[in-house]
């Protein structure tokens, strides 16, 4: 039997485990309700800032969708604009844009011109089509309108019976047309390692605004080329750049003829190898008296030539004897002071050229000089000169230095000049003479990215500009490829020696250095 202080200890510590146990519920009761009020207001908190994240996401969403209205409005607007405030030509021969000649012939254009696009609904050339909208946007008077041949396979045949490839032009006006099939349109080169054709140059607006100066002019300007005396050959490529500037071109045999035709607008004389006639001399220098034109061109011969010789006289210019040696080597290239970079002299005939980022290959030039007595109403222009360290060579069959020697002619010495006369009957006798018949070689002339033939253009259209109602044209074909770039023999110096010797000292100097830095560390 317990005593009752046993009792009254065991009723003791059984309150103490009652008070303890009940303390203890009591803050764990505590500490759930502190637990419940914080979790409501952190879920408090996340509901707010839900609602401001859909609030903002919703103010996101429609600025996007006012942004996207926007864009798509301005896109729809901007596609009415002319192509020619909306787009901007970032190609370095400017394929999709036209020149200052296109624009002069669109402006002074009076009469409605239509041009047809034959291509097939999804193979059409982005070149071809780009250009075309540039011509209609420059003038009122053009309308393009693509043709599609198999939906329309006769069309073709009312303008012409040879088949007309795929991505053709065809230009007509009235009763006149003109097309331009796609080859005409495109330059190419054989590779010789593929023997394959490649595309190298793109001459669309050379040939559309030639076949449009074409179709709405009332006649062309006529070249009589002289023959019988062993001239030259025009290239292929020398003569599609004479025709391209709606220039026709027919042969002229003065030996049965009384005299040089009505209808030429120019005589071209290239290179004869065998001295002309008397009376052929004697007829040219009437036509010329007439207030005639002509392109002439002189070519080294030991032959003697004293008829050729004699209407260059009586124009007031000679040759030079032997050929033209440059002692300056800022212009010739090739190691070969033979082969001229001449100065390219500011008139309305280089007026393109002249620069000086553009360079004239010549080779093989004598030196034209003026006579000593010649009548006062001639202006003799220079067209190109040679620098004052140049010489001519007299003994040229002999030659065993190119080094100046005492009986060579010392520079400087026009290489290309033309005269003009005027006549008292409101006539003008104009001339453009050339020393070299190299200058009009097609390879000459790639080798100075084209510039050569824009010379030979630019002649011809000078003197075809004094007649009326002129409707030569020359624009130069756009490459494709990276120009050539010409270097004068000083230059090519200079980098070789820069290349090969400064560039690998500087390298070893810096090299050097660094090393020795590195050592004393």
């Not at 409605?112 to 097939?120: H, L, M, N, T």
């Not at 490529?237 to 009384?258: G, P, V, W």
Request: contains cysteine; aromatic residues 8%; hydrophobic residues 35%.
């Amino acid at each position: 039997m317990k005593t009752n202080n046993e009792n009254k200890e065991l009723n003791k510590d059984s309150n103490k485990d009652l008070t303890k146990k009940s303390k203890k519920e009591s803050n764990s009761k505590k500490f759930k309700k502190i637990d419940f009020k914080e979790l409501q207001r952190k879920s408090k908190e996340k509901r707010i800032q839900n609602k401001k994240n859909l609030k903002h996401g919703s103010y996101s969403m429609g600025a996007i969708t006012i942004f996207i209205a926007i864009i798509v409005v301005l896109n729809l607007v901007l596609q009415e604009v002319p192509s020619k405030y909306r787009e901007i030509d970032l190609s370095t021969q400017k394929l999709y844009s036209i020149g200052d000649q296109t624009k002069k012939v669109l402006k002074k254009l009076d009469k409605d011109v239509e041009i047809y696009y034959i291509a097939q609904s999804g193979s059409e050339s982005s070149d071809i089509q780009k250009l075309l909208e540039k011509y209609e946007e420059g003038s009122d008077h053009i309308k393009v309108e693509q043709k599609d041949p198999a939906v329309n396979p006769k069309f073709v045949s009312q303008y012409t019976s040879d088949g007309v490839s795929n991505n053709s032009v065809i230009v007509v006006c009235g009763d006149k047309n003109k097309v331009i099939d796609n080859n005409s349109l495109y330059e190419t080169t054989v590779n010789y390692q593929t023997y394959s054709n490649e595309v190298t140059g793109f001459d669309g607006e050379g040939q559309i605004t030639s076949a449009i100066n074409y179709v709405t002019s009332d006649s062309m300007p006529v070249m009589y080329t002289l023959e019988g005396h062993d001239e030259a050959t025009m290239s292929d490529t020398l003569k599609d750049t004479i025709q391209k500037a709606n220039i026709d071109i027919q042969s002229l045999n003065l030996l049965t003829m009384d005299r040089v035709p009505d209808d030429a607008d120019i005589l071209f004389i290239f290179a004869p190898a065998k001295d002309i006639s008397e009376d052929e001399a004697s007829k040219i220098i009437s036509y010329l008296e007439n207030g005639g034109k002509a392109l002439i061109v002189s070519n080294y011969s030991s032959e003697e030539m004293p008829n050729f010789a004699s209407v260059l006289e009586n124009y007031g210019v000679k040759t030079a004897d032997g050929i033209v040696l440059e002692g300056d080597t800022n212009h010739y290239i090739s190691q070969n002071p033979s082969y001229l970079l001449p100065n390219i002299e500011s008139n309305d005939i280089t007026s393109s050229l002249s620069s000086g980022s553009r360079y004239i290959l010549m080779p093989l030039a004598q030196g034209i000089v003026k006579s000593d007595n010649y009548r006062d109403s001639l202006e003799i222009t220079d067209i190109l000169t040679t620098s004052d360290g140049s010489y001519s060579k007299v003994n040229v069959e002999d030659m065993q230095t190119m080094e100046k020697e005492s009986d060579d002619i010392d520079g400087p010495f026009a290489v290309g000049v033309s005269i003009t006369e005027n006549l008292d009957d409101e006539k003008e006798t104009q001339i453009v003479y050339y020393s070299s018949e190299a200058l009009f070689n097609d390879q000459m002339n790639t080798m100075v990215s084209g510039a050569n033939y824009e010379l030979i253009s630019a002649s011809v259209n000078w003197m075809c500009e004094s007649e009326e109602d002129s409707n030569t044209i020359s624009i130069a074909s756009k490459s494709y490829d990276t120009s050539t770039l010409t270097i004068p023999a000083a230059d090519a110096s200079f980098w070789s020696i820069f290349v090969t010797a400064v560039v690998p000292v500087v390298i070893l100097v810096i090299g050097g250095g660094i090393w020795m830095k590195r050592r004393k560390q």
